[in-house]
T-cell receptor, first 114, second 118 residues
């Protein structure tokens, strides 16, 4: 296993279009997180899964955003009716749930909405 | 609410200089974890260290060392004899177990960009 994998790495879309990102976590990790990072800022928490259950969503996650993790493996993050303010790096991370373990991050998907 | 403050936006040093990156945190939780991550130009966040709130021992790993002081809510990071490859953005982060979900999501600071000049 080579780590957390995200696809695509880059996405340019027109305002109003829908986009979907995929994250494949480290295989034995049952916790999966999505973060958003804008230029010059640290990552901000969006949502969290433990196995297939979405346990928490940030207030940053508007109704246009939806995340799924079917079967507790890979996860998808969909943004509907994209806006220019959605332009950011979307980071996925995974970790074990036993004890306080560090999260391992993917390389992110950079979204540009034009 | 949790908050992490990295007051230094950007630091520039010459190779072989020592440099300290500051991190101050706020949390009401009694059990929490502190982290440092490195983000090189490639974009991937690389884990450097984790400390829990009950362990205030300083730690050294090669050229890296960390000073955790609960009394001042600080978790500073020192790079000794900096190298050009240390150039990156460094993030301090805080995680606390919250309620039943125990989500342990990270609250990040805004990062410190370190530039090491040859």
């Amino acid at each position: 296993d080579t780590g957390v994998s995200q696809d695509p790495r880059h996405k340019i879309t027109k305002r109003g279009q829908n986009v979907t990102f995929r994250c494949d976590p480290i295989s034995e990790h049952n916790r999966l997180y999505w973060y958003r990072q804008t230029l010059g800022q640290g990552p901000e928490f969006l949502t969290y899964f433990q196995n297939e259950a979405q346990l928490e969503k940030s207030r940053l996650l508007s109704d246009r955003f939806s995340a799924e993790r079917p079967k507790g493996s890979f996860s998808t993050l969909e943004i509907q009716r994209t806006e220019q303010g959605d332009s950011a790096m979307y980071l996925c991370a995974s970790s074990l749930s036993r004890g306080p373990t560090e999260a391992f991050f993917g390389q992110g998907t950079r979204l540009t909405v034009v | 609410a949790q908050k992490v403050t990295q007051a230094q936006t950007e630091i520039s040093v010459v190779e072989k200089e020592d440099v300290t990156l500051d991190c101050v945190y706020e949390t009401r939780d009694t059990t929490y974890y502190l982290f440092w991550y490195k983000q090189p130009p490639s974009g991937e966040l690389v884990f450097l260290i984790r400390r829990n709130s009950f362990d205030e021992q300083n730690e050294i790993s090669g050229r890296y060392s960390w000073n955790f002081q609960k009394s001042t809510s600080s978790f500073n990071f020192t790079i000794t004899a900096s190298q050009v490859v240390d150039s990156a953005v460094y993030f301090c982060a805080l995680s606390a177990s919250r309620g039943d979900t125990g989500r342990r999501a990270l609250t990040f600071g805004s990062g410190t960009r370190l530039q090491v000049q040859p």
